[in-house]
């Protein structure tokens, strides 16, 4: 009996010791990584500058899931780690890129051979039972499992396993997102994590669109205050952070970031406030869109629960195209006067022309008037592999529509920024008039017009998850029909004057045809008498 309380009084000694040496009861969090780590919601996402301290925050919650089942670090029960009670978990810890995970996200958590951190640790040494560096998993002798991936590996590598937890370090592309999301087993709960910044590095283009239209977009209009947001929303909780909430770096070097970016600028209020905004780095492509004013219900009423686009059988139906292997979007739309209207969208992930154009048939089995066919002229290349092009396949798909079928496509491509400006001026025109309309349903195409920004080299910058194509099949049609063309200049009213036939562009007359010096007034011209 003294033995075994001797051992009993000596193993709490222990851990009281380990208590107080360990990464996780010795970090002090600030309110904005608190909040984050005790979030019990299915998502939560921490938005913040940079060294605002996001990643660490997801640090702390991957290390507290692996070893105690919970996110925070507050909840931690030693005593069911002691004696094995655990459930194991398996997680996903996901960077954008393999040197990104091993230098900041995992040199965070434990002594992975990057790790310079002065500080103890998340995961100790002594609850690691092996680091496999080829898997890039480390396994803790708790049975959990942490498996670091990039997503430089694409959208495949993010497959086929059901999951605990996956933790984002920044924000990956939309398709690789949604493949994690799935990603769960029967009778387990799926948590998903993730910290990023809005912006980029200064200096570098670009910027976070999607996230920031499919999940902070709706998550800003429950409410007027972060609270209050999150407090209206079941199953997603959204917490920011600007450069002063870090505690940790000194007020001169907050003031020295302070003065480079000019208060009420976006970058101010993103990095310095920790401000959401839709306009969130580079150049906007579409940055006269408005969703107030340029999408209109009348277009597309709801009826019988789902929308009935408003389409005039007296006038030509457009259908505007482009081709992608996958996640594809045509469009379709009327040009009633002036005013281009895009009354529908076609979007398949498998967005091959057979399965597009069948599509629109079933949709639009028939129209009274003719059928119109815009799209990219490289669609016109031969294909390797049909022979046949692009526009022909649509054709062949075609035969026996009831309604006449005019191509309208341009010898060659018009540059890229010709056709986005040709939009542009359509939607605000010098008259003040609105010259396009895009029914609500037209998720894409809404996306694709508020998120689209140039990159560095003025194309289109479509690496950031964009579903795409909306907005350009718009434009082809619209550059087809209403090219930005050359202001015609009025003739001048003011003819030139001519010189007299004496003068010469030098200071005196030309000498008269004898040769001979003509005085005028006490002056010579032919020679100057001083």
Known sequence: MTTDL????????????????????????????QNFVASNKDEAWLFGANRSGKTEALAVAIASFARFGVTNPDDLDWERLVLGQHRPVRIWAVSLTYD??????????????????????????????????????????????????????????????????????????EDIYKECTIRIGGGRRLLIRGAATILPPAGVPGGVSWMYLAKAQPWLALGVSDPARNAASPRLDIFTAGLRHNAAILPEEIERMAAVFAPGTP????????????????????PHFNRQYHVREELAPMVDGARRPQVSPHLPLCLNVDFNPENGVWTIGQRFGRVFRVLDEITLERSDIL??????????????????????????????????????????YLVGYPSPITFKLPDVNPPQKDRVDAVNLQMKPPSGQ???????????????????????????DKRHGRRSDGMDTVGYWIVYEEPVRTALREPSRLRSVKSPAYLKSGAFPSTPRGGRPVRIGNHWYGQRIA
């Open 355 to 396: 399965s597009m154009t069948h599509e629109f048939r079933t949709r639009y089995p028939y129209h009274d008037a003719e059928l119109w066919i815009y799209g990219d002229a490289t669609g016109r290349r031969k294909e390797g592999q049909t022979g046949t092009s692009s526009f022909h396949l649509i054709q062949q």
């Open 100 to 173: 990104m995970s091993r230098n900041i996200l995992q040199s965070k958590l434990f002594n992975n051979g990057a790790r310079i951190d002065t500080r103890s640790p998340l995961i100790p040494d002594a609850e690691i039972a092996n680091w496999n560096i080829t898997n890039q998993t480390l396994r803790l002798k708790n049975g959990s499992v942490i498996i670091f991936k990039s997503c430089d590996g694409g959208r495949d590598s993010f497959q086929g396993a059901d999951l605990d937890l996956i933790c984002f370090d920044e924000v990956p592309e």
């Open 434 to 460: 609105r010259l396009i309309e895009i029914a609500p349903h037209c998720v894409e195409t809404i996306k694709d017009a508020e998120g689209s920004k140039w990159n560095i080299r003025l194309q289109i």
């Open 6 to 33: 001797r051992m009993a009084a000596e193993a709490a000694s222990l851990l009281i010791e380990r208590q107080e040496h360990d990464g996780l009861t010795t970090i002090e969090l600030f309110a904005h990584q």
């Open 267 to 286: 970058e101010h209020m993103i990095r310095i406030e920790g401000m959401l905004l839709p306009s969130i780095g580079g150049a906007l492509c579409y």
